[in-house]
Protein backbone atom coordinates (compact mmCIF):
# COMPACT_ATOMS: atom_id res chain seq x y z
CA UNK A 1 0.00 0.00 0.00
CA UNK A 2 1.24 3.38 -1.10
CA UNK A 3 0.58 6.19 1.43
CA UNK A 4 0.26 9.61 -0.50
CA UNK A 5 -1.18 13.13 0.28
CA UNK A 6 -2.53 15.39 -2.21
CA UNK A 7 -0.87 19.47 -1.84
CA UNK A 8 -2.51 21.99 -4.29
CA UNK A 9 -4.61 25.49 -3.67
CA UNK A 10 -6.76 24.38 -6.40
CA UNK A 11 -9.54 22.53 -5.48
CA UNK A 12 -10.56 21.31 -8.96
CA UNK A 13 -6.76 19.97 -9.47
CA UNK A 14 -7.21 18.14 -6.36
CA UNK A 15 -10.42 16.41 -6.94
CA UNK A 16 -9.09 15.70 -10.88
CA UNK A 17 -6.29 13.51 -8.78
CA UNK A 18 -8.78 11.91 -6.38
CA UNK A 19 -10.70 11.03 -9.03
CA UNK A 20 -7.80 8.93 -11.11
CA UNK A 21 -5.80 7.67 -7.70
CA UNK A 22 -9.23 5.90 -6.59
CA UNK A 23 -9.02 3.70 -9.34
CA UNK A 24 -5.55 2.73 -8.99
CA UNK A 25 -5.03 -0.34 -6.50
CA UNK A 26 -2.70 -0.10 -3.07
CA UNK A 27 -3.22 3.50 -3.00
CA UNK A 28 -3.91 5.22 0.47
CA UNK A 29 -5.13 8.74 0.46
CA UNK A 30 -4.07 10.16 3.71
CA UNK A 31 -5.29 14.27 3.49
CA UNK A 32 -5.29 17.01 1.06
CA UNK A 33 -4.26 20.16 1.16
CA UNK A 34 -4.89 23.48 -0.26
CA UNK A 35 -2.22 25.42 2.21
CA UNK A 36 1.27 24.24 2.02
CA UNK A 37 2.15 25.34 5.31
CA UNK A 38 -0.86 23.03 7.17
CA UNK A 39 0.78 20.39 5.05
CA UNK A 40 3.84 21.39 5.81
CA UNK A 41 3.30 20.76 9.79
CA UNK A 42 1.25 17.46 8.51
CA UNK A 43 4.17 15.89 7.08
CA UNK A 44 6.47 16.85 10.11
CA UNK A 45 4.46 14.63 12.25
CA UNK A 46 3.70 12.17 10.41
CA UNK A 47 5.16 9.59 7.28
CA UNK A 48 3.97 9.12 3.67
CA UNK A 49 5.41 6.98 0.93
CA UNK A 50 4.50 10.12 -1.47
CA UNK A 51 3.55 13.22 -2.03
CA UNK A 52 1.37 14.66 -5.27
CA UNK A 53 2.96 18.88 -5.20
CA UNK A 54 1.66 21.33 -6.88
CA UNK A 55 5.00 23.94 -8.01
CA UNK A 56 2.70 27.90 -7.68
CA UNK A 57 0.98 28.38 -4.44
CA UNK A 58 0.68 30.76 -1.70
CA UNK A 59 3.04 31.14 0.70
CA UNK A 60 5.65 28.51 -0.41
CA UNK A 61 6.29 27.14 -3.18
CA UNK A 62 6.32 23.34 -4.49
CA UNK A 63 10.07 23.77 -4.98
CA UNK A 64 10.65 25.29 -2.10
CA UNK A 65 8.48 22.55 0.31
CA UNK A 66 10.72 19.78 0.24
CA UNK A 67 13.71 21.57 1.63
CA UNK A 68 11.76 22.32 5.06
CA UNK A 69 11.04 18.32 5.69
CA UNK A 70 14.05 16.39 7.43
CA UNK A 71 13.66 12.98 5.35
CA UNK A 72 11.01 13.95 2.36
CA UNK A 73 8.77 11.23 0.66
CA UNK A 74 9.02 10.72 -2.84
CA UNK A 75 7.43 13.61 -5.19
CA UNK A 76 5.45 13.73 -8.21
CA UNK A 77 5.60 17.38 -8.84
CA UNK A 78 2.39 18.50 -10.42
CA UNK A 79 2.39 21.86 -12.21
CA UNK A 80 0.85 23.96 -15.58
CA UNK A 81 4.12 25.15 -16.43
CA UNK A 82 6.58 23.16 -18.07
CA UNK A 83 10.00 25.19 -17.04
CA UNK A 84 9.76 24.44 -13.90
CA UNK A 85 10.68 20.63 -15.00
CA UNK A 86 14.49 20.93 -14.60
CA UNK A 87 14.97 22.05 -11.26
CA UNK A 88 12.48 19.69 -10.01
CA UNK A 89 14.67 16.33 -10.92
CA UNK A 90 17.47 18.23 -9.47
CA UNK A 91 15.01 17.88 -6.62
CA UNK A 92 15.21 14.17 -7.39
CA UNK A 93 11.37 14.47 -8.10
CA UNK A 94 10.00 10.65 -9.26
CA UNK A 95 7.94 12.67 -12.36
CA UNK A 96 6.84 15.51 -13.22
CA UNK A 97 3.29 16.13 -14.59
CA UNK A 98 1.70 18.55 -16.50
CA UNK A 99 -2.00 19.84 -15.90
CA UNK A 100 -4.18 18.71 -17.13
CA UNK A 101 -3.47 15.72 -15.87
CA UNK A 102 -4.98 12.73 -17.91
CA UNK A 103 -5.03 9.28 -16.17
CA UNK A 104 -2.45 6.81 -18.43
CA UNK A 105 0.18 9.71 -17.54
CA UNK A 106 -0.70 9.59 -13.90
CA UNK A 107 -0.30 5.46 -14.19
CA UNK A 108 2.86 5.91 -15.82
CA UNK A 109 4.22 8.01 -12.50
CA UNK A 110 2.67 5.32 -9.82
CA UNK A 111 4.03 2.29 -11.68
CA UNK A 112 7.31 4.79 -11.13
CA UNK A 113 6.97 4.97 -7.69
CA UNK A 114 6.55 1.27 -6.78
CA UNK A 115 9.18 0.42 -8.48
CA UNK A 116 11.58 2.79 -6.56
CA UNK A 117 9.78 1.68 -2.96
CA UNK A 118 10.32 -2.05 -4.13
CA UNK A 119 14.05 -1.43 -4.80
CA UNK A 120 14.21 0.65 -1.83
CA UNK A 121 12.81 -1.38 0.68
CA UNK A 122 14.39 -4.41 -0.71
CA UNK A 123 17.25 -6.31 1.64
CA UNK A 124 19.64 -8.45 -0.71
CA UNK A 125 20.38 -11.60 0.84
CA UNK A 126 23.56 -13.14 -0.77
CA UNK A 127 26.27 -16.10 0.21
CA UNK A 128 29.75 -15.57 0.63
CA UNK A 129 32.87 -17.66 1.28
CA UNK A 130 34.72 -16.84 4.77
CA UNK A 131 38.55 -18.12 5.43
CA UNK A 132 36.97 -21.60 6.40
CA UNK A 133 35.29 -22.17 3.27
CA UNK A 134 31.98 -22.67 5.23
CA UNK A 135 28.83 -20.44 4.07
CA UNK A 136 27.99 -17.23 5.60
CA UNK A 137 24.85 -15.92 4.76
CA UNK A 138 24.74 -12.08 4.95
CA UNK A 139 22.44 -9.23 4.29
CA UNK A 140 22.50 -5.70 2.92
CA UNK A 141 20.17 -3.36 5.00
CA UNK A 142 19.45 -0.06 3.15
CA UNK A 143 19.20 2.78 5.95
CA UNK A 144 19.14 6.60 4.43
CA UNK A 145 21.39 6.49 1.51
CA UNK A 146 23.71 4.15 2.07
CA UNK A 147 23.76 0.25 2.30
CA UNK A 148 25.24 -1.96 5.38
CA UNK A 149 26.03 -5.51 4.90
CA UNK A 150 25.45 -7.52 7.79
CA UNK A 151 26.48 -11.21 8.80
CA UNK A 152 22.89 -12.80 9.79
CA UNK A 153 24.88 -14.67 12.52
CA UNK A 154 25.56 -11.24 13.80
CA UNK A 155 21.54 -9.84 14.01
CA UNK A 156 20.47 -10.54 18.02
CA UNK A 157 16.85 -9.02 17.42
CA UNK A 158 15.15 -6.38 15.31
CA UNK A 159 12.49 -4.00 16.88
CA UNK A 160 10.00 -2.20 15.09
CA UNK A 161 8.46 1.73 15.08
CA UNK A 162 5.91 1.82 12.38
CA UNK A 163 6.86 1.99 9.00
CA UNK A 164 10.53 1.45 10.34
CA UNK A 165 12.92 -1.42 11.92
CA UNK A 166 16.09 -1.24 13.83
CA UNK A 167 18.23 -4.02 12.82
CA UNK A 168 20.82 -4.80 16.70
CA UNK A 169 23.64 -6.35 15.71
CA UNK A 170 26.76 -7.89 17.74
CA UNK A 171 28.46 -4.39 16.57
CA UNK A 172 26.26 -1.53 15.94
CA UNK A 173 22.04 -0.91 15.50
CA UNK A 174 20.98 0.42 11.86
CA UNK A 175 17.98 2.05 11.27
CA UNK A 176 16.05 1.39 8.07
CA UNK A 177 12.69 1.87 6.33
CA UNK A 178 10.96 -1.51 6.78
CA UNK A 179 7.80 -2.87 7.75
CA UNK A 180 8.26 -6.07 10.07
CA UNK A 181 6.33 -8.19 8.05
CA UNK A 182 8.61 -7.60 5.06
CA UNK A 183 11.84 -8.58 7.12
CA UNK A 184 10.12 -12.37 8.36
CA UNK A 185 9.89 -12.73 4.53
CA UNK A 186 13.81 -11.87 4.03
CA UNK A 187 15.30 -13.18 7.36
CA UNK A 188 16.16 -17.36 7.64
CA UNK A 189 12.86 -18.57 9.13
CA UNK A 190 15.39 -21.42 11.44
CA UNK A 191 17.29 -18.84 12.89
CA UNK A 192 14.60 -15.97 14.20
CA UNK A 193 11.40 -16.28 15.79
CA UNK A 194 8.75 -13.21 16.56
CA UNK A 195 7.43 -13.15 20.10
CA UNK A 196 5.98 -9.69 19.89
CA UNK A 197 4.10 -7.54 17.49
CA UNK A 198 7.23 -5.36 18.01
CA UNK A 199 9.85 -7.77 17.76
CA UNK A 200 11.84 -10.55 16.09
CA UNK A 201 14.57 -11.90 18.08
CA UNK A 202 17.46 -14.26 16.94
CA UNK A 203 17.21 -17.86 18.73
CA UNK A 204 21.11 -17.97 19.37
CA UNK A 205 21.28 -15.11 21.06
CA UNK A 206 18.65 -15.48 23.40
CA UNK A 207 20.26 -15.89 27.02
CA UNK A 208 17.34 -16.47 29.24
CA UNK A 209 13.98 -16.96 28.69
CA UNK A 210 11.66 -15.59 31.77
CA UNK A 211 7.72 -15.64 32.07
CA UNK A 212 6.50 -12.93 30.12
CA UNK A 213 10.00 -11.74 28.56
CA UNK A 214 13.81 -12.98 27.34
CA UNK A 215 16.82 -11.84 27.64
CA UNK A 216 19.37 -11.04 25.02
CA UNK A 217 22.73 -8.94 26.61
CA UNK A 218 20.77 -7.31 29.61
CA UNK A 219 18.15 -6.16 27.34
CA UNK A 220 14.61 -7.69 28.13
CA UNK A 221 11.68 -8.27 25.23
CA UNK A 222 8.87 -8.89 25.89
CA UNK A 223 6.72 -11.94 24.78
CA UNK A 224 3.21 -11.43 23.95
CA UNK A 225 0.29 -13.93 24.83
CA UNK A 226 0.10 -14.34 20.47
CA UNK A 227 3.17 -15.57 19.97
CA UNK A 228 4.28 -17.36 23.47
CA UNK A 229 2.98 -20.88 22.47
CA UNK A 230 4.89 -20.52 18.82
CA UNK A 231 7.80 -19.21 20.86
CA UNK A 232 7.88 -22.13 23.21
CA UNK A 233 7.13 -24.77 20.56
CA UNK A 234 9.92 -23.61 18.82
CA UNK A 235 12.17 -23.61 21.66
CA UNK A 236 12.00 -27.04 23.05
CA UNK A 237 12.29 -28.43 19.05
CA UNK A 238 15.22 -25.62 19.06
CA UNK A 239 18.95 -27.55 18.75
CA UNK A 240 22.13 -24.96 17.81
CA UNK A 241 24.34 -25.98 14.96
CA UNK A 242 27.71 -24.14 16.88
Request: charged share 5%; hydrophobic share 50%; glycine share 4%.
Given at each position: MITY???DDEPAAIEVL????NKIPSMELKLSFRDPLEALDYLQKHKVDLIFLDINMPELSGISFPKFLQN???IIFTTAYSEYALESYELKAVDYLLKPINFDRLLQAVIKVKHFLNKNNEAIITSSKTANDSLE????IKSGSEFHQVSIQNIKWIESD?????FHTTKRSILARYKLSEVID????QLFVRIHRSYIVALKHIETIKKHCIVINEKEIPISSKYREGFLTIIHGYRSEE
Open positions: VIIQFHLPPLQTIFGNYVTIIPK
